[in-house]
């Protein structure tokens, strides 16, 4: 009979060598498996929903333009603008438009909709959404309030 | 007949051990490789997040802030009159901030790169160089200036985006 040892010793060690090849494949298929930057960060829906309270619009009052959180409490109050335009107007036209101008929606883009809920003492009175409502968004919540009257807006980014 | 069945074991042993040998050789280059790029990649990720808490101190530093200039005092406000005024002397800030760049933008931005000739009909004022080389990060924040229409001065404010560019990490 002849002897197969060395043929036996070659076949182990072609079996080692392929279970660290495989191995090493998984290794350096996790070590090149990075996480990418979020669509949207967290601090960025907070940060923008600030500012766009501090956005200045058209209605004037006492001679200086009011900003879109003032202009929330005059809505309320159904003020007229000295301009002669009404307050819910300039505002909704504002937030309709700083809103379309910074997030990009669509089902080709990251972000896949928005949503701005504004609320004048309890009651809801503005209410967009553009876009998907997806299972994943980011969102933060601004309020104010002044002598009797308080303010909440909602803001989701929905990615 | 000389037996040559030792000298056959010998060279068997030889052959497997420099095969071994070979093996572990390359499973250390490929794993010193991923370590390298893995620390190159934690340096870049550490610049990232300095930049990061960079933008938030930036827009509440004294360099740029609206302090009480517009009203009551506001928190992430640029004042972009203030930070023409900082273009002009950026030559003692340049390496104050540990940043490649800055940017601040008007939203939307028309891509109008704000210089002393053509303030304020533009909407982005680079602070360090004209270029905005390696990494970014950007957080929103109020953008306000003053606004001069006939006599009347009025006070307004954009939503905009402050942009810090940082350089990847060289190993």
């Given at each position: 009979m002849r002897n197969k040892n060395g043929q036996e010793e070659i076949v182990g060690f072609g079996i080692i060598l392929i279970v660290i090849a495989v191995i090493a494949l998984i290794f350096i298929s996790l070590t090149l498996n990075k996480t990418g930057k979020a669509?949207?960060?967290?601090?960025?829906?907070?940060s923008f929903l600030k500012a766009l309270m501090e956005k200045t619009t058209s209605c004037e009052k006492n001679a200086n333009l009011v900003a879109i959180k003032d202009l929330v409490f005059e809505c309320g109050r159904e003020y007229m603008c000295s301009n002669g335009e009404y307050s819910c107007d300039v505002l909704n036209e504002?937030?309709?438009?700083?809103?379309?101008?910074?997030?990009?929606?669509?089902?080709?883009?990251?972000?896949?909709?928005?949503s701005l809920k504004v609320n004048y003492e309890g009651d809801i009175y503005f209410n967009m959404l553009e876009g998907n409502i997806t299972s994943e968004y980011k969102g933060?919540?601004?309020?104010?309030?002044?002598?009797?009257?308080?303010i909440e807006i909602y803001f989701k980014v929905y990615y | 007949m000389v037996s040559n069945k030792a000298q056959i074991k010998i060279q068997q042993m030889v052959?497997?051990?420099?095969?071994?040998?070979?093996?572990?050789?390359?499973?250390g280059l490929i794993v010193m490789s991923s370590r390298l790029s893995k620390l190159k990649n934690s340096v870049t990720e550490?610049?990232?997040?300095?930049?990061?808490?960079?933008?938030?101190?930036?827009?509440?530093?004294?360099?740029?802030s609206c302090g009480n200039s517009y009203g009551n005092q506001k928190s992430d406000c640029i004042d972009y009159d203030k930070l023409m005024a900082l273009k002009s002397n950026i030559n003692n800030y340049k390496d104050f901030w540990g940043v490649s760049n800055i940017e601040v933008r008007k939203m939307p931005n028309k891509d109008v790169n704000c210089t002393f000739e053509?303030?304020?009909?533009?909407?982005?004022?680079?602070?360090?160089?004209?270029?905005?080389?390696g990494y970014s990060v950007s957080n929103f924040v109020s953008v306000c200036y003053k606004e001069k229409e006939g006599e009347t001065v009025s006070n307004k404010c954009d939503i905009g985006k402050l942009i810090i560019s940082y350089e990847e990490a060289e190993l």
């Open positions: 669509e949207v960060e967290d601090f960025e829906s907070s504002t937030l309709e438009q700083s809103l379309h101008e910074n997030w990009r929606v669509g089902s080709q883009n990251p972000i896949k909709g928005y933060s919540m601004q309020n104010y309030s002044k002598v009797n009257e308080n | 052959f497997m051990l420099l095969a071994v040998f070979i093996l572990f050789v390359l499973i550490l610049k990232e997040k300095e930049a990061l808490e960079l933008v938030s101190k930036l827009a509440n530093s004294p360099e740029f053509n303030y304020p009909n533009c909407d982005a004022i680079r602070l360090i160089n004209e270029e905005m080389l």
